[in-house]
């Protein structure tokens, strides 16, 4: 290897350190980018989680709002299916009250004091046969009209319990609508709440994707340079495994020359009868001279 050719491994390598430097820093931006991109990530997923469980808890909420809808739903159509019912038969029962007017006027209470005058004339009053046949007459007479005006009454009467039935059922029914409209508008906002958070979870859940997508991305770039490194660095080690490998034989070389130099002069002394060293004389003996 020439001198020129170790000036340029030399100056590769300086240039594959300053590169080396290039890539450490660019490793240690890209790792510290990851691991906030997984923070927030972390983060985000989280606190999606516990989004999740809030509309987990609000939806429970709702549903069961709308169960005790339904449940007074049916309740108040139950009771104005009663109170419809309830109608139709006091305008049957009012129908039959009015066919009766006309069959016989006065009231009940009246009639039966007309009733108790005329049998008390009767068992009181001397009448003669005609006259006590006429009163007997009236008084069959008006146990018929009496007979139609306790119809009557009983008819009033009853009509009189269904319309306060009625009026007990429409007022139950009524409470019943006002506290289903309530609740129902209860389920109203805990719906509206419940969408609302699912909105905001989605988006929550759409930023940890994107962050974990750029965090993948970046761990992949870091990788990637993390390789460059690891390939500078080998072809670092390669060039100076050169250089050592130069000087090595260059040391070999060196001392190739100076044993090769100690062996002429150990064998010119021993041309010359000089007294050899122990070193000279095991140099010439592992040599084959002597």
């Known amino acids: 290897m020439k001198e020129t050719q170790l000036e340029q491994i030399n100056e590769r390598i300086r240039q594959l350190d300053e590169q080396l430097g290039g890539f450490r820093n660019q490793r240690s931006e890209l790792s510290k980018e990851a691991r906030k991109l997984a923070e927030t990530r972390d983060e985000f997923n989280d606190k999606f989680r516990k989004l999740k469980e809030q509309v987990q808890i609000l939806k429970?909420?709702?549903?069961?709002?709308?169960a005790q809808v339904r449940e007074l739903k049916a309740k108040r159509d139950e009771a104005r299916e009663v109170v419809s019912k309830s109608r139709a038969e006091i305008k049957i029962l009012t129908e039959k009250l009015h066919a009766l007017d006309s069959l016989t006027p006065g009231s009940y209470e009246s009639t039966v004091k007309e009733m108790e005058r005329l049998e008390w004339r009767i068992q009181t009053t001397p009448l003669s046969q005609r006259e006590e046949n006429k009163l007997i007459y009236q008084v069959k007479q008006l146990e018929g009209q009496l007979n139609i005006l306790k119809k009557k009454k009983e008819i009033a009467k009853k009509i009189n319990k269904i319309r306060d039935e009625t009026k007990l059922?429409?007022?139950?029914?009524?409470?019943?609508?006002?506290?289903?409209?309530?609740?129902?508008?209860?389920?109203?906002?805990?719906?509206?709440?419940?969408?609302?958070?699912?909105?905001s979870a989605t988006e929550l859940k759409k930023k940890a994707d994107?962050?974990?997508h750029s965090y993948l991305s970046t761990r992949t770039k870091g990788e990637t340079v993390h390789f460059e490194y690891m390939a500078k660095i080998m072809m670092i080690r390669d060039l100076e495994n050169q250089i050592k490998g130069y000087y090595?034989?260059?040391?070999?070389?060196?001392?190739?020359e100076v044993q090769k130099k100690v062996e002429d002069l150990?064998?010119?002394k021993l041309k010359?009868?000089?007294?050899?060293?122990?070193d000279e004389f095991k140099l010439l003996v592992d040599k084959g001279v002597i």
């Open 210 to 212: 994107e962050a974990h």
């Open 272 to 278: 010359k009868g000089k007294k050899l060293t122990f």
């Open 60 to 66: 429970s909420k709702r549903d069961e709002l709308n």
């Open 248 to 256: 090595e034989a260059e040391q070999v070389n060196r001392e190739a």
């Open 169 to 199: 059922i429409e007022l139950q029914a009524n409470a019943i609508h006002r506290r289903l409209s309530e609740l129902a508008v209860n389920s109203e906002e805990y719906h509206k709440n419940m969408m609302d958070v699912v909105g």
């Open 266 to 268: 150990a064998e010119n």
